[in-house]
Each structure stands twice: as C-alpha cells, then as structure tokens.
C-alpha cells in the first residue's frame, strides 16, 4: 500500500535561519506531489506541485522554494526563513486522474 | 481566478441529526469536486469525490451533490455522531490546472452528545 512520510513534526527555527523539509512516498511511482501551506484556522495554499523529477511548479511567489531530486522525494527549502513563514506544512501525493490526494501527517513551522 | 466558500461559521448539531455543509464556487464548473476530513493537527483525510457529470454519489452515512447549475456542493452526514466533529474542506479540481487541487477555508463541525 501507498504511504507517505513528512517530517519533521515540529520544528522552530529563528529568522534568517535556512529550512529544509522532507517528504517522501513508498508504494507507487511517477505520483504528482505537492506542498500546501496552511495559516492558523485557514485553508491550505498550494505553494508548489511536481508532475516528474526535477520538474517544480511554483503558485505563489515568496522565499521558498521545492525541488524533486528522485521520483518519490519532495523537498520544502527556504534560504532565510521570515516571519511570516510560520504555519502548517503539508506534503500530498496524488496518482490517476480522479482519485483523491493523500497527505502527510504535516509539519509545524514556527519562526521566531 | 476561482474561488471557493465554504461557511466559516461552526456548525453546531444533535447527534443523530443530518449534517449539511455548503461549498460555493464561481467561474466554470470543476472536473472533480472533493470532500475531505481534517482534525486539529493533522493532514487532511479524502472522504468522497464527485465528477461534474454525476449530481450525487454516497458513502456509507455521506452524501455528496454536485449543482453546476447553482455551481455549489452539498455535504451530507447522517445520523452524526461526535466522532463527526471535524473541519470538512470542500477542495476542486480544474482540467486547465495541471491536476492541481484547490481547497476552500473549511467549516468545522460539532456534533453534540
């Protein structure tokens, strides 16, 4: 069966410190992957998508940036964290058409 | 661009009673209308999906419509239960957009013993 793993949980880091999240999927192949964003009582915000390796999509302009180095990891960078990039993360992956995504168990960002 | 409402408002029932959640949205009609489930803390869950061509699909006690004509969805729970409380996020899908899946804010749900 299909997993995914996100992590850290948690993770508090100060201003202008670098950021690294991980997510990564066992039990499938060529999966569209995402990363979400969501803000205390909000929606998720799609921040980037990945339809192949080495392919990114970017939806919202900001100090964050993703990449896909192997075909079932996922990686949520940022080179100076702000303030501002404090929320939920979340990682999903989805396969055919049709079929509803699967999300990580997300990670807690906050910037101090 | 799109845009999806959700109540955001609590909706506050009897366990036992039905559960009716509304998810608006403008512009042209999605391809694929999801549901999902999420609990503080976690990631969403996938309840149901309905296509633009179907107007109503079930599961178990939930029940989905789909309205392209009042462009809306309706989510149904019956005879809920506390375990039903909950933030259900109305999520859609255009053809035109890569396969990418955008959420609405949420409404939560309390289902009183």
């Known amino acids: 069966s299909q997993t995914i793993h996100q992590w850290p949980a948690t993770l508090v880091q100060p201003v202008g410190s670098p950021l690294s999240l991980e997510c990564t999927v066992e039990g499938t192949s060529n999966p569209n992957l995402y990363w979400y964003r969501q803000a205390a009582g909000r929606g998720l915000q799609l921040l980037f998508y990945?339809?192949?390796?080495?392919?990114i999509s970017s939806e919202v302009p900001q100090n964050l940036s993703a990449s896909r180095p192997q075909d079932r990891q996922f990686i949520l960078s940022s080179k100076k964290l702000l303030l501002s990039d404090s929320g939920f993360y979340l990682c999903?992956?989805?396969?055919?058409?049709?079929?509803?995504?699967?999300f990580g168990s997300g990670t807690r960002l906050t910037v101090v | 661009s799109q845009k999806i409402e959700q109540n955001s408002e609590a909706l506050n029932i009897q366990e036992g009673k039905t559960a009716t959640l509304t998810c608006n949205y403008t512009n042209y009609s999605p391809a694929y209308l999801q549901w999902y489930r999420q609990d503080p803390g976690r990631g969403p869950v996938f309840l149901l999906l309905?296509?633009?061509?179907?107007k109503e699909k079930r599961k178990e006690r939930l029940k989905v419509t789909f309205d392209t004509t009042l462009k809306q969805s309706l989510f149904h729970i019956t005879a809920s239960q506390p375990a039903d409380s909950a933030t259900y996020l109305c999520a859609l899908l255009w053809m035109d957009s890569s396969y990418k899946l955008i959420f609405g804010s949420g409404t939560r749900l309390l289902v009183r013993p």
């Open positions: 999903a992956w989805s396969g055919e058409e049709g079929y509803g995504y699967t």
């Open positions: 990945s339809v192949g390796i080495g392919q």
């Open positions: 309905i296509r633009e061509n179907e």
